[in-house]
């Protein structure tokens, strides 16, 4: 039977009389890696302080390992945090950080020395075990923080924004090193946070909130290549997915979409279109190219912005601003006037009323 | 628009090297009269405390030296003796209680919110009415008769009590009038302890297992270190040198149960007016209380293991 490892039924959280979760589904399967992002303020945290036991729930039901713990103290649900703060004990060592847990659980001393050995040679702390959290790095303390949690040998792992305190590098660094410690310990992981590309790269599974609701949850290209509605469209992917409103028109047997400024795109065979139907089209900047046709459409540059592997340009068709990636070298300047083409099959389109994908 | 910066080479004029100098000297500057006067009332009193120590002086505040011959008899007397006994346990004491309760408070109000700001205000007010306004205030509740305490009593069937006319009860009642005074400043300083630490260490520790007792003790107390030794420094410091309260409470009575070293030192000084033994007494709890705010700096303030940067070997 191939039961999921951590479940929400219908879970809702108030602080107050503002309603922050608005009845969560979700089943996490054992050893996957899932990775919940979405705007800030969107619930990300607390739905993860309440699995860990630090916030109450108003109702529904959390369950680990095929456990009801809505009852359950923090330290009893088998999970281990990673705060975005590390939260490290400053007054005590990292040896002492490490064993703190343990100490409490009042776990036999010689078990103590072999854990923290363990995890220290796992995380390469080795050699800081008597240092205090003031003197380490920021990588380093972020280790620390991981250690702590590897010790207590959790069920679960929940990581709060884990890396976000740390510079590009690093981050790009220990982003590597926690997918590899997960691949090593297949311990089930829920892993918060803002970066999309942390998101993309890590995770098996996706989950996109957006306003205590979740808004979409598969694979990260999954996800990528077909968002289910207008939010997804846009909060995924960097620089953002074109959607420009407008509506459906026949031309000689043919579909268009007219902008309201009047120039009109291509549309893909798609019997669900009625003439005149308003519609939001969505095409992403890396589908968008440069043509020399001449029926292309006629833009005039207002953006280039070299980023060294690709270059990000704006352009103006008519009044309507479209952003565009290529991979390669541009030797247009702003004020240029180009052509451009749409790659027909890659479109997402939505219904404007409903935000669904169409 | 012309440029403010020279563009012709990057080292500096003579005359922007002086510009820069004087920028760097304003904030000293600023500092120097406050620091002067301060040294100088300071050390001035201080200073001449010692040199009227080993002088005796008669009524027309003629002085002659006696080296340690004030010394001597002080710490030859007994009523000294036991006013520095009294002034040892009254102080021990203030500090337990006065520490305690400040403690209680500050976590009471770290967990209640909604008083915070109100309590911030009000803690001052204490020190706006003085010690003597507290003191007559705490005679009030405890006069036997028609006192707060006593009718209190009285309504609910219980024995009443000559609170300031028995020796034992007018010291816990002057170290409960102290206690009063100190406590809401001391309050102030932990609770703004309490509020520098990371609410999420404590889901760490809530995590890792920690009992609201062990959380306290091993995570609170560390982590406001700091701030408790400056809340030490200053209730040893009020208790040492408490005067007006007493003064104005019991005046060093009942048969002198509540006469500690400063009660003595105003009586030795402006009542028998030899202020050579006066000063020495100042002597005496100058160096109690400098000896004691130096073991609080060192062993709470500088001792504060997260301030260590350097590993160690
Ligand atoms: N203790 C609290 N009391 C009242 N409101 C709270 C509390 N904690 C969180 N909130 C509110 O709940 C909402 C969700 O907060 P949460 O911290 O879960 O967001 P988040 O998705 O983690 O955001 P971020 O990406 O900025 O960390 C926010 O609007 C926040 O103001
Ligand atoms: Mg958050």
């Known amino acids: 039977m191939a039961t999921s490892y951590v479940e929400y039924r219908e879970l809702t959280k108030r602080f107050g009389s503002t309603q922050i979760l608005h009845g969560i589904n979700l089943q996490i399967e054992e050893s996957e890696f899932v990775v919940l992002v979405g705007p800030s303020g969107c619930g990300k945290s607390t739905l993860l302080r309440m699995t860990a036991g630090l916030e109450t729930i108003n109702s529904g039901e959390i369950s680990i390992a095929d456990r009801v713990v809505n009852r359950v103290r923090a330290k009893d649900r088998g999970i281990a945090m990673v705060f975005q703060s590390y939260a490290l004990y400053p007054h005590m060592t990292v040896a002492d950080n490490l064993s703190f847990g343990l100490k409490m659980n009042k776990t036999p001393l010689e078990r103590i020395t072999k854990s923290i050995a363990s995890a220290a040679s796992i995380l390469k702390l080795s050699q800081l075990l008597k240092r205090l959290p003031a003197q380490l790095s920021g990588g380093q303390r972020q280790r620390v923080a991981m250690g702590r949690a590897l010790v207590r040998e959790p069920e679960v792992f929940l990581f709060d924004e884990p890396l976000s305190n740390l510079d590009a590098k690093l981050r790009v660094g220990m982003r590597a090193e926690i997918k590899a410690l997960h691949q090593r310990l297949k311990t089930t992981t829920i892993y918060v946070t803002h970066d999309q590309i942390e998101a993309m790269t890590m995770a098996d599974r996706v989950v996109v909130m957006n306003d205590g609701r979740i808004e979409q949850v598969g694979a990260p290209l999954e996800i990528y290549d077909r968002p289910e509605n207008l939010f997804v469209a846009d909060f995924l992917g960097s620089p953002a997915m074109n959607l420009l409103s407008g509506k459906v028109v026949h031309n000689d047997g043919r579909m268009d979409f007219e902008l309201e400024n009047g120039i009109q795109l291509p549309l893909p065979d798609n019997s669900a279109l009625r003439s005149d139907q308003q519609i939001i089209y969505g095409i992403r900047p890396e589908h968008v190219a440069f043509t020399d046709d001449d029926n292309g459409l006629p833009v005039n540059l207002t953006l280039v912005e070299p980023a060294g592997w690709e270059t990000h340009l704006h352009a103006d068709l008519s009044g309507i601003s479209l952003r565009l990636l290529s991979v390669e070298r541009v030797g247009a300047r702003p004020g240029d006037s180009a052509r451009l083409a749409v790659d027909t099959s890659k479109l997402h389109l939505f219904d404007p009323t409903t935000g669904r994908r169409i | ?313």
């Open chain 2, 1 to 313: 628009m012309p440029s403010l910066t020279k563009t012709s080479n990057n080292s500096t004029t003579a005359r922007e090297r002086i510009a820069d100098l004087a920028l760097a000297t304003v904030p000293y500057l600023m500092v120097i009269p406050g620091l002067i006067f301060v040294v100088g009332v300071l050390g001035y009193a201080v200073f001449g405390g010692f040199v009227l120590s080993v002088h005796a002086t008669d009524m027309f505040l003629n002085k002659t030296f006696v080296g340690l011959q004030n010394y001597i008899s002080v710490f030859n007397d007994p009523r000294f003796q036991a006013s520095l006994l009294r002034t040892i346990v009254f102080v021990v004491l203030s500090i337990t209680l006065g520490i305690v309760m400040s403690m209680v408070f500050a976590l009471t109000l770290y967990h209640v919110g909604f008083a915070r700001r109100f309590f911030r205000g009000m803690s001052l007010v204490p020190y706006f009415v003085s010690g003597i306004a507290a003191a007559v205030m705490f005679r009030f509740v405890f006069t036997t008769s028609g006192g707060f305490v006593n009718y209190v009593l009285q309504q609910i069937g219980l024995p009443t009590a000559a609170w300031l006319g028995d020796p034992y009860l007018a010291f816990m009642v002057a170290v409960l009038a102290n206690c009063w005074f100190m406590v809401p400043f001391a309050t102030l300083i932990l609770l703004g302890g309490l509020q520098t630490v990371d609410r999420d260490i404590y889901d760490a520790a809530t995590i890792d297992g920690a009992s609201g007792i062990q959380m306290f003790f091993q995570i609170t107390i560390p982590m406001i270190k700091p701030m408790l030794g400056v809340s030490l420094i200053w209730v040893s410091y009020i208790s040492f040198s408490t005067f007006d309260i007493i003064f104005a409470l019991t005046a060093g009575g009942p048969q002198r149960a509540t006469e500690v070293v400063s009660m003595y030192m105003y009586r030795i000084a402006f009542l028998q007016l030899d202020f050579g033994q006066g000063a020495v007494l100042m002597v005496v709890l100058l160096s109690f209380n400098t000896v004691m705010s130096l073991f609080y700096l060192y062993y709470f303030v500088l001792a504060d293991r997260r301030l260590e940067k350097e590993a160690s070997p």
